[in-house]
Structures are given as structure tokens and as C-alpha cells.
């Protein structure tokens, strides 16, 4: 993403400004999370579907056996839905979506927009840990409401760590990327680490209006403590393209690498769309 915010996008922001973003956010989930009056929740389970256009030929279960919205939304694809590219230093998408940016988090920071940055300290709220990826390579991908809601390990290894940073939840979409500042480092997220063959990595998963309910998969119960660091020892052991967090509604995964040890797809530039288990990069 690289232009400077129109004057639709700073009114849309500046209208979001002045909402209760958290009181919203609660709301959507409790009606996301209702499965009665049946009828009713089918009619609005076939709209959603209808309207974001999912294909539900890659998912595990019909359509008819969704309760509610929220389910539909945080579906379980098939076997073999999403092929998992082989190597061991090959690094790939965590998460089926759009890029936003990729590159080198030179001297340990990232672009939001071009003219626009923020820090690796800020998102991992962990100046020690963020040491390790400055200077390496960071992918960012957004995932839009026709998007599959799961994340998956991009490397494997073993998850070392995971914490639960407390933010905002502005909305995470063009006109806030272009108007927040260091829109990423404000709103909720969570950050997974990860030992794996090419070094540290870390995978974070970003929170928005709407987007109240991040779970990590291999401790259900992290995100209802909010725990501000969870460490794990022993680590927990995790394959390349194993499920490792849920989007209760969508939002972005920023994936990021230690310094010089994984190397980006050059044909990997922003408006490009990814799924779970293509290669973003190899291990150098």
C-alpha cells in the first residue's frame, strides 16, 4: 500500500474516531455467537456466505451444519485444501489474504505506508525480543471478511513463547493504514514465537473493530486470561502449516523473520494474494 489518504478516508477515520470501537466489537460477536432463532441464523449463515462468496468446496462441512455466523466465519478447510510447500528452509504464508507490505525491517523498523513506519519493539511490546528480527525480513497480510480465518506455522519448530498485547481496535483496513500511525502497534494482537530451522520467528496476529477474539490453538485458554507473556517449557512442538491461531473476524498477520536467515520471493509485492502454504521465502 503506498498513496496518501484521500479526504473519504480521513471523514471514514475520523467517524471511527468517535465511535465506542470496543462496546461495537462486543456487540458483533454476541450476534456473530447467536444460533437462535434457527431460521433465522441459517438465512443469515447462507447471506454471509452468499455475500463474501466462500467457497465452500474447500471446506470440511456443508454449509447446512453451521449454527451460527461465527462458526461459518472460523470454518476448518479440508485435507489437502491448502498443499504445504516442501523444504525445510522454505518459509510460507501463514494465512490466506492479501499483502500489504514485504521487505527488511531495516534498523528494526517496518512500513505501514510508504512515507509511514513503525517500530519492531512497538508490535512485539518486547524490546529485548525484537532485537532478534531487525534487520530481517517481515510480510504483512491482510485478510478480508471472504478470507479462511485460520493461521498456520510458517516454518516448523518449536513455539517458545506467546503474549497478548492489550490495544485498540480500530479498523484494519486501507483508510486506517493510510490515517493511523502505527496502526499494528495500537490495536489488540497476539505474538507467537517460534524456533525454527531458519531462525527466530515471530507471528503476529493483529485485532480490529469487530476483530474482539484472537485464539491461540495450542493454549485455548491464553486470550481469555489476556496473559501478557506465556512461556513454554518444554516448547511445544509445531509442523510447517500447522493450524496455531483463530480469527474470530478477520484482521492481518504480520510474519517476522530473524536478521539474514530467510530471503523473500521477489514476485512477493503488496496487492498480492497469498494462501496458507505457498513459499514466501527460503532459508539463506
Known sequence: MSHLPSWKDRAFMAAVRALPRR?????????????RPSPLVRMAVRAFARRYRLDMTEVLRPLSSYATVRELF????????????????????????RVYEAGVATDGRLVQVKGVDYTLAALLADPGEAAAFAGGAYVVVYLSPHDYHRVHAPLGGSITGCSYVRGDLFPVNPASVTTVPGLFTRNERLVILLDTP???????????????RLRASFDPGLAARRAPRAAYRPPRPVDKGAEIGVFDMGSTVICCFAAGRVALDPALVPGRTVRVGQPLGRAV
Not at 23 to 35: D, F, K, L, N, Q
Not at 82 to 95: D, W
Not at 198 to 207: H, I
Open 198 to 212: 531458519a531462525g527466530r520467528c515471530a507471528v503476529v496476529m493483529v485485532g480490529a473493530t469487530v476483530v474482539g
Open 74 to 97: 472460523t470454518r476448518e478447510l479440508r485435507p489437502g485444501a491448502r498443499p504445504i510447500t516442501e523444504g525445510e528452509g522454505v518459509a510460507v504464508s501463514p494465512a490466506d489474504g
Open 23 to 35: 462496546a461495537i466489537t462486543r456487540a458483533a460477536g454476541e450476534v456473530a455467537g447467536w444460533s
